[in-house]
C-alpha cells in the first residue's frame, strides 16, 4: 500500500525486501521521484510469518515508520493505493494457487480433542475449502 499520489503501481519481491530492510531508502531507487521511503511495519504483537515470508528468515526491519505497508495499512489511512507484486494483485484464487509469491500458510491448532466450539469451526472450515471458497 502506498498513497494514491505515488506513481509506483507493483514492485517485486527482491525490491520490497530491500525496501524493508532499508537497502533502498529513496523513491528514485523505484522509479519515482526523489524522496526518502520509510516502510511502515505492522502491530509488534505479530507478523512473524510475515516477516519471514518478505524479509527472510534472518532479515530485520527498517528502524522506521510510514509511508509503505502491507494491506492492514489502509485501516490506519484509508485511500491508500494497493501495489501489485510481480505485476499480480493479491487475490485469494493467485494465493491459493500458488501462483502469487508472496503467501503465507496457516496452521491451526486445537487442543486435543479440540473443544466443541473449534471442531465446530474446524468442520466450517474444512467444508468451505472443499467447496473452493476461501474463507
Same mark, same amino acid.
Given at each position: 500500500?502506498?498513497?494514491?499520489?505515488?506513481?509506483?503501481?507493483? !514492485?517485486?519481491?527482491?525490491?520490497? &525486501?530491500?525496501?524493508?530492510?532499508?537497502? !533502498?531508502?529513496?523513491?528514485?531507487?523505484?522509479?519515482?521521484?526523489? /524522496?526518502?521511503?520509510?516502510?511502515?511495519? /505492522? %502491530? %509488534?504483537? #505479530?507478523?512473524?510469518?510475515? &516477516?519471514?515470508?518478505?524479509?527472510?528468515?534472518?532479515?530485520?526491519?527498517? %528502524?522506521?515508520?510510514?509511508? !509503505? #505497508? #502491507?494491506?492492514?495499512?489502509?485501516?490506519?489511512?484509508? /485511500?491508500?493505493?494497493?501495489?501489485?507484486?510481480? /505485476?499480480?494483485?493479491?487475490?485469494?484464487?493467485?494465493?491459493?494457487?500458488?501462483?502469487?509469491?508472496?503467501? !503465507? %500458510?496457516?496452521?491451526?491448532?486445537?487442543?486435543?480433542?479440540?473443544?466443541?466450539?473449534?471442531?465446530?469451526?474446524? &468442520?466450517?472450515?474444512?467444508?468451505?475449502?472443499?467447496?473452493?471458497?476461501?474463507?
Amino acid at each position: 500500500m502506498v498513497s494514491p499520489d505515488n506513481p509506483i503501481s507493483d !514492485i517485486d519481491p527482491l525490491r520490497l &525486501r530491500a525496501v524493508f530492510t532499508s537497502a !533502498i531508502v529513496d523513491w528514485k531507487e523505484l522509479g519515482a521521484p526523489p /524522496g526518502p521511503v520509510t516502510p511502515l511495519v /505492522g %502491530p %509488534p504483537s #505479530g507478523g512473524q510469518a510475515w &516477516r519471514e515470508a518478505v524479509l527472510g528468515p534472518l532479515g530485520r526491519f527498517a %528502524p522506521h515508520s510510514a509511508l !509503505i #505497508g #502491507g494491506d492492514w495499512a489502509a485501516e490506519l489511512a484509508p /485511500g491508500l493505493k494497493p501495489l501489485t507484486l510481480s /505485476g499480480l494483485r493479491a487475490d485469494p484464487a493467485l494465493v491459493a494457487s500458488g501462483r502469487y509469491p508472496l503467501r !503465507i %500458510p496457516l496452521l491451526l491448532l486445537t487442543p486435543q480433542p479440540p473443544t466443541p466450539a473449534g471442531a465446530s469451526f474446524l &468442520r466450517y472450515l474444512q467444508s468451505r475449502l472443499r467447496a473452493g471458497d476461501r474463507p
